[in-house]
């Protein structure tokens, strides 16, 4: 029997402007016998040294899924794998059912890249960007330029179509970059720290167009160090380090799980908050130090009562568990270079 599917609506999404290019009728996602990017195994080496070990994920259609981890934890290579450029060493791994080692003409055709670095053409101005990248895709003229303006209008560049790069912002830049990708009607976005270095501004507007990418029906997959960025876009996310995937799940899910309810940072010298600290434990609380720092880690609500009026003399920060202490607490919180 053929695995049951359902609709996702592509009509357009709440706003001043539809997503100009969702791909007509509906999205078809599997019920998890078929995911849309499918991995098992999959491994890539840099001579000896082993970058992505043996590792297993699925991605549905018109999820945002995310890679997190420390520099070198081998997200990079594993999107590198996914839009063909990395070779695989070990393992398989499919884009719409197809091998990439085997098919990657036919995966690059349906696949949009946004890569950590900004390789935009600095010759040629904003509209031009986009037209000549049109062209590798075998788009004609005649379709091109009404795709790449109603793009620049989606991205809010429509005022900048003859501007010269060198006038563009970092945020507008970025922005252009995923505009690019987009010119053909990719179903699946893959973005490599897209908002790395952008002040708040711009990241804050890069992320309402992603979602409204998704809205449209676009698949995204994301690298980022920005936790809250993982947190705010991510429907389910895997981190990694030193090539293997450590933990796995729904953002709200794992913090819950692996940290708990909320957290008290407080500065202090050795055995200055030892009786603090006891309490802490006796309440089912966790305690982790770092120099001198201390993470009081509760895990329930209530658990924190009376800790904070301990702390009247000294200055605290007292706020909910985010993804950012699932993240330091699996990787770590000392520097590794």
């Known amino acids: 029997m053929a695995p049951a599917v359902r609709a996702v609506n592509q009509g357009p999404p709440v706003g001043t402007h539809a997503f100009p290019f969702a791909r007509a009728g509906p999205l078809l996602i599997s019920n998890s016998m078929s995911a849309l990017i499918q991995a098992e195994g999959l491994a890539h080496r840099y001579g000896a040294m082993v970058a992505v070990d043996q590792i297993d994920f699925s991605i549905d259609g018109g999820e945002c899924f995310g890679f997190l981890g420390p520099n070198g934890a081998g997200k990079t290579t594993t999107m590198r794998m996914m839009y063909c450029l990395s070779p695989v060493h070990g393992g398989h791994l499919t884009l719409f059912g197809e091998d990439v080692m085997q098919h990657p003409r036919q995966i690059k055709a349906r696949i949009g890249v946004v890569p950590q670095d900004d390789n935009l053409d600095v010759d040629l101005p904003v509209l031009k960007n986009l037209l000549l990248y049109a062209r590798y895709y075998g788009l004609s003229a005649q379709q091109a330029l009404p795709r790449a303006r109603e793009l620049l209008r989606f991205m809010q560049l429509e005022e900048r179509e003859r501007s010269p790069l ?127 720092n201390y993470y009081l880690i509760f895990k329930q609500p209530g658990q924190s009562e009376g800790v904070v009026e301990q702390l009247a003399s000294r200055y605290y920060i007292h706020r909910p568990a985010t993804l950012e202490d699932v993240f330091m607490k699996l990787t770590g919180r000392e520097l590794e270079e």
């Not at 922005?175 to 699946?188: D, F, T």
């Not at 029906?217 to 936790?227: A, D, F, P």
């Not at 991510?234 to 799940?249: E, Q, Y």
Request: include cysteine; aromatic fraction near 2%; charge should be negative.
């Open 166 to 292: 060198r006038e563009l912002s970092g945020g507008m830049r970025r922005r252009l970059i995923i505009a690019r990708a987009l010119i053909h009607k990719p179903e699946v976005l893959i973005l490599d720290e897209p908002t790395t270095g952008l002040d708040p501004q711009a990241r804050h507007l890069i992320w309402h167009h992603l979602e409204e990418l998704k809205r449209g029906g676009v698949t995204l997959v994301l690298t980022t160090h920005y936790m809250e960025e993982a947190a705010k876009l991510c429907d389910r996310l895997v981190i990694m380090d030193h090539g293997k995937i450590l933990m796995r799940g729904r953002p709200a899910e794992l913090i819950r799980e692996h940290v708990g309810f909320e957290v008290i940072e407080v500065k202090a010298q050795d055995h200055e908050l030892d009786a603090l600290v006891s309490l802490v434990q006796s309440r089912g609380g966790e305690v982790e130090k770092v120099k001198d």
